[in-house]
């Protein structure tokens, strides 16, 4: 075993129930952080969001990781370099790095979904990028600080390169 993969070795199994995790509000989202880069020896880092209806984050690229989604409840519509698909609950969706990508919530319902980040570290935006959640429902609507998003991007290998994408009714 290299010194690498022993220093990043995880010596013990992580359980969290159902509405365990760290909570955040992220944008317009109402996230779970279940697995970081630390507690997967930097395997992974794994998000349920819970976001609403008619949101968008701006396009942007992730430099050091790939990230999937899978959607469990509701319809998202995703672009990912010049493709654009529409996923409904029970798709999975991978979106390679180095690739622009956004993805719009479709209709009048909150999508819930499962985001993989791999390897992990990515998941730092979005708890060093949001604030500890209030309750379990979704964030106020106000408008995102793009200028604060673009610096917690940075830091974390990504970087905003376009606006959010519109709902297929608009």
Partial sequence: MSSTSSTNAVHQACFLAPDEGRAVWFLRNHMTIKATAASTGGAFGLVESLIAPGFSPPLHVHHREDESFWVLEGEVSMRCGDRTFR???????FLPRDVPHTFVVEGDRPVRMLTLLTPGGGEGVFIDG???????????ASPPDIEALKRVSERYGAEIVGPPMKPAAC
């Fill in 87 to 93: 996923a409904s609950a029970g798709s999975f969706v």
């Fill in 130 to 140: 949001g604030r500890p959640a209030e309750h379990d429902g979704l964030p106020p």
